[in-house]
Antibody
Framework: QVQLQQWGAGLLKPSETLSLTCAVY????????WTWIRQPPGKGLEWIGE???????NYNPSLRSRVTISKDRSKAQISLRVSYVTAADTAIYYC??????????WGQGTLVTVSA | QSVLTQPPSVSGAPGQRVTISCTGS?????????VCWYQQLPGTAPKLLIY???NRPSGVPDRFSGSKSGTSASLAITGLQSEDEADYYC????????????FGTGTKVFVL
């Protein structure tokens, strides 16, 4: 059974960089694409991007210029960085596994608030 | 930026059947990409409910079923129970721009 545990700073000021990490326990790290998804308070889900087993990335076109997803296979961890955040980036951020077009395993979520 | 449209809410009495629609376009559902459904209980992460249009992961009751036709998909809940009160999201893949995963706008199910 795959379990995801995520952490990172929860309060940022505008223009700062959001940084989150997600550790993967159980299963095979290389069997999945690893993704980040966010959900503004009271709103719907938005896919941020993915990192695939060979290391290349794909991002949501609306966020591509500010997002970086990376991974450390030796630690079975993935990371998210979003630069130049604004209030519009306030959301719960989730890491999730992606395989065969489905997001099967999810982290517990991290609320990130951007406020001056 | 949701490109899959769902009704904001649906409701039903315990034991009844409710359906949730998910309307897409020729660049996502209509292009042949599979649809998944997720259930999100208050304060928790979404949970995979249906994958590959109509398949249930282990542990998901057979009261939940999915279907897909053309540019739309549907989730049906039969024998509605109080614990089914939650938000539900559809999800697919969109080939416009450079391709990206898309979610529906979300539907709140109320059990009367």
């Amino acid at each position: 059974q795959v379990q995801l545990q995520q952490w990172g700073a929860g309060l940022l000021k505008p223009s700062e960089t959001l940084s989150l990490t997600c550790a993967v326990y159980g299963g095979s790290f290389s069997d999945y694409h690893w993704t980040w998804i966010r959900q503004p308070p009271g709103k719907g889900l938005e896919w941020i991007g993915e990192i695939i087993p060979r290391g290349s990335t794909n991002y949501n076109p609306s966020l591509r210029s500010r997002v970086t997803i990376s991974k450390d296979r030796s630690k079975a961890q993935i990371s998210l960085r979003v630069s130049y955040v604004t209030a519009a980036d306030t959301a719960i951020y989730y890491c999730a596994s992606l395989r065969n077009w489905k997001f099967e395993y999810w982290g517990q979520g991290t609320l990130v608030t951007v406020s001056a | 930026q949701s490109v899959l449209t769902q009704p904001p809410s649906v409701s039903g009495a315990p034991g009844q059947r409710v359906t949730i629609s998910c309307t897409g376009s020729s660049s996502n559902i209509g292009a042949g990409y599979d649809v998944c459904w997720y259930q999100q209980l208050p304060g928790t992460a979404p949970k995979l409910l249906i994958y590959g249009n109509n398949n249930r992961p282990s542990g998901v009751p057979d009261r939940f079923s999915g279907s897909k036709s053309g540019t739309s998909a549907s989730l049906a809940i039969t024998g509605l129970q109080s614990e089914d009160e939650a938000d539900y999201y559809c999800q697919s893949y969109d080939v416009s721009l450079s391709g990206f995963y898309v979610f529906g706008t979300g539907t709140k199910v109320f059990v009367l």
